[in-house]
């Protein structure tokens, strides 16, 4: 089954050869122009991905992206912004995107940012509960057994640490803020800050990256991070 994507772009040149690619891909691709064509579009629950610009006329994408979120929609947000607009970027994550695509990128580049979000989206709930078995590289995660090894040596875990590597390595490459990993990890209820996250991130770093030197973690300035497994 095609996969549909909403392009939502002010730049008729972009949006055009944009259209254009994925078309060619084998994606079904609808457009927007604007903002509020945008947030009109992007309530369709037949969308498995939108790939939405930062700066549009009328509404901002971050507004859009607000506003849908607010509405419940859950659908999967690629930013696209402007390599300047850092603080774009960071607010954008914050208020429930994906992934972002600094402008100007390749076309492979945005092709396997859009493949890695729809292959975290296909993942059934099975495959992140209690059954799960997740493999990368050396490392296998045994979350029934609550167990860890690297190259079939056990590695030793705290509770938390265990359960942040979990949650983070059933989504590969997605980048989870801090106030997200609190209440997924720790609860709503937690009385603590981001700071918990930084350190427990840190141990597990030590502890994986000891096993042979990649960093498993990748730290998004002013955002949070993800679990970045070694590519294969």
Excluded: C
């Excluded at 040149?13 to 604007?34: H, M, P, Q, W």
């Excluded at 992007?42 to 498995?48: E, K, S």
């Excluded at 979120?69 to 960071?90: F, H, N, Q, Y």
């Excluded at 609860?187 to 498993?216: A, C, F, I, M, P």
């Amino acid at each position: 089954m095609r996969r549909r994507l909403l392009l939502v772009e002010d730049d008729s040149t972009l949006r055009k050869a944009l259209g254009f690619n994925l078309t060619r891909e084998g994606y079904d691709v609808a457009v927007a122009a604007d903002g509020e064509a945008g947030l009109e579009a992007g309530r369709n629950p037949g969308l498995d991905l939108i790939l939405l610009d930062v700066m549009l006329p009328g509404m901002s994408g971050i507004e859009v992206l607000r506003v849908l979120r607010r509405d419940g929609v859950t659908t999967p947000v690629i930013m696209l912004s402007a390599k300047g607009d850092e603080i774009d970027r960071v607010v954008g994550l914050k208020v429930g995107a994906d992934d972002y695509v600094a402008k100007p990128f390749s076309r492979p580049e945005l092709l396997a940012r859009i493949e890695a979000v729809l292959r975290r989206q296909r993942r059934t709930p099975d495959e992140t509960e209690a059954g799960a078995t997740m493999t990368f590289g050396a490392i296998r995660i045994d979350v029934a057994r609550r167990e860890v090894t690297v190259d079939a040596e056990p590695i030793h875990l705290t509770t938390k640490e265990f359960d942040l590597l979990a949650h983070m390595a059933a989504s590969p490459g997605r980048i989870f803020t801090r106030d997200q990993l609190l209440a997924r990890v720790w609860g709503y209820e937690y009385v603590g800050d981001g700071r918990t996250v930084d350190v427990h991130v840190s141990w597990l770093r030590g502890k994986l990256r000891g096993r042979g030197g990649h960093d498993h973690f990748r730290t998004v300035r002013g955002v949070g991070y993800a679990f970045s497994p070694p590519a294969t």
